[in-house]
């Protein structure tokens, strides 16, 4: 079985630049996040806890506090936040290189995957026929890199990051932004979730990413 290689351990001659395009691309990332003070994660470990409603509720309360914030949703299959926000579909604007993020309640500028799908349609990849969940995987965290690295956030107090369940594109967003301030996770009041969120939390001390604190949603009624 051969070993897999890393581009860096490319030494032949390769024809499609895949070392150059990620390099350019994570230099753009690096340009595109200059003027954004901070950039926070909002994470989980499993879906259903209340994650977007925080990072939602979060963005807005922060901008009526008047600080400059964007809200990046990186849910790409269950988008939920650019709704909650009020930020309506048709309300991109493209430039050539670049893509305006969304107006949306209390001046927080949003980017989501479902401002790019029609009503109730499902985000769907052009794969090849074979090996498809491991092309889902790559064309993910390529669609975060694009989120992050083609649209216009301009000058931010804070950027937040709505992560789908898990810690996978944890990983990743730590990959393209080394500067992450760090990450808040969100629980509610049930052993899975608890167990769920115990592994994440450690998945994210293991990549040295600061825990800013744990929400535990769904506590007590009023």
Known sequence: MGRIRSYSEVTGPDRSDLLGQVTAQRAR???????VRHVVAVASGKGGVGKSLVSAGLAAALA???RRVGLLDADLHGPTAARMLAARAGSLVVREGEVEPAPAAFGVRVMSSELLLEENAPLAWREPGHERFIWRGALAAGMLREFLADVAWGALDL?????????ERLDTLVELVPSLRGALVVTIPSDASYRAVRRAVEAARAGSIPVLGVVENMAGYR
């Open 159 to 167: 950027l937040l990051v709505d992560l789908p369940p898990g810690s």
């Open 64 to 66: 009526r506090g008047g």
């Open 29 to 35: 990332v690096a340009a595109r996040l200059a003027a």
